[in-house]
């Protein structure tokens, strides 16, 4: 069942055969694969290629197969090289001769191409539906949980600030990552069918009817081009990439947050697993999965990018290799927002322990010196003073709010009772540009 045999005096050896076999893994794209082939046949029609008759017969056919591997009546299995030979020798068993028209003008090269773009879109389109109901989620979960939280640099405890605006730094990178991939869509709005093997065709086809008929913004400006860009799946597995960076960390943050050091949240039972051998155990698996599927993400990009380096123009069979991996981080990229978005949903937040974190480490130190500043000292000195005055600190077991005015006058005589207001933790956020964190 080949598309192909004319020219060859031998079988393709079985093992050969297997190996350059797609059609286990690109019978995903029948839809597009047939979305693509009524355009072309739609095209043919209008440039007179095709009869009236011709076009009904073959259109109506493959929408009857379409519908029959939804419903289960043909099954998308046996011995075909790939999804493109599955369709056409279906069709062609179906109605015999005119099925066989269905090819002209038209290479599997541009006929891939266009299934990939179809379904990429198709898929980012979905994916940005899926980000954007995340941010939401974020946005509402964080507005719910406007309290105190230590804020971190190199994971020592720094300045105070909340729940609410920790969360709402993953809002403004899900949002970028929204943004690029409407971008990436964009670009990749073009439809490379009529570009044939490479170098068009000598039927007069029309490019433009194809296009419209296929919902793309543009058709591609050159044909060798067209049919070896892989560009754009490279520039999505880039943006997936971002997104699953930005996932991990969050994942990384919720492990830390629901360990017995932090203790700061509590991830639902419903994301959460248990050990064979330790009863007390609840383990964040959720997030450490999504931390874990990070890597084969970046691989299938970096898998991509390697297959496309070295490649002469134009189609190459090398570029096969594009599809497993894509379709393996569309998969895993949808079910880790899916599963973090659930996760930040139903996430319990410790208030309190949040709070008396906040309380030591001296996370009103920056305050502190900015008191002094105020008072008239350069800030340099203040920084310098403020360290003293932790070292005493440590040295007696308190914390800066816990000194008094005797005690902290012996570092600056410009401290006065308005000091305990001012670095009070409940009351920082008030003050200057802090209003954005509260
Ligand atoms: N399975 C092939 C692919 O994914 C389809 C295109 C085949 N073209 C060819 N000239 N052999 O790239």
Known sequence: MKLWGGRFRKEENKLMEEFNKSFEFDKVLYKQDIEGSIAHVYMQGVCGLLSKEECETITKELIKIKADIENGDLI????YEDIHSFIEI???????????????GRS?????????????????QE???????????IKEV???????????????????????HHLMAYYSMFTRDEKRLKNALEILDESPLGCGALAGTTHSIDRNVTMEKLGFKRVVENYMDGVSDRDYLIELMSDFSIIMMHLSRLSEELILWSSQEFKFIEIDDLYTTGSSIMPQKKNPDGAELIRGKTGRVYGNLMGLLTVM????????????EDKEGFFDSVKQLKMCIQVMEKMIATLKVNKDQMKSCVKSGFLNATEVADYLVKKGIPFRNAHSIVGAIVIYCEDNKKSI???????LSKFADVFDESIYDFIDYDKILDKGIKELIK
């Open 401 to 407: 709010e816990e000194l008094s005015l005797d005690e």
């Open 108 to 124: 599997r090269n541009d006929q891939v191409a266009t299934d990939m773009r179809l379904y990429a879109k198709e898929k980012t």
């Open 76 to 79: 998308l299995e046996g011995n």
């Open 309 to 320: 380096k070295g490649l002469p123009l134009a189609y190459n069979k090398d570029m096969q």
């Open 127 to 137: 994916l940005i539906e899926l980000i954007s109901s995340f941010r939401n989620t």
């Open 90 to 104: 279906n069709l062609i068993q179906r109605i015999g001769e005119v099925g066989k028209k269905l090819h002209t």
């Open 142 to 164: 964080a507005n719910n949980n406007s309290v105190l939280m230590p804020g971190y640099t190199h994971l020592q405890r720094a300045q105070v600030v909340t729940f609410k």
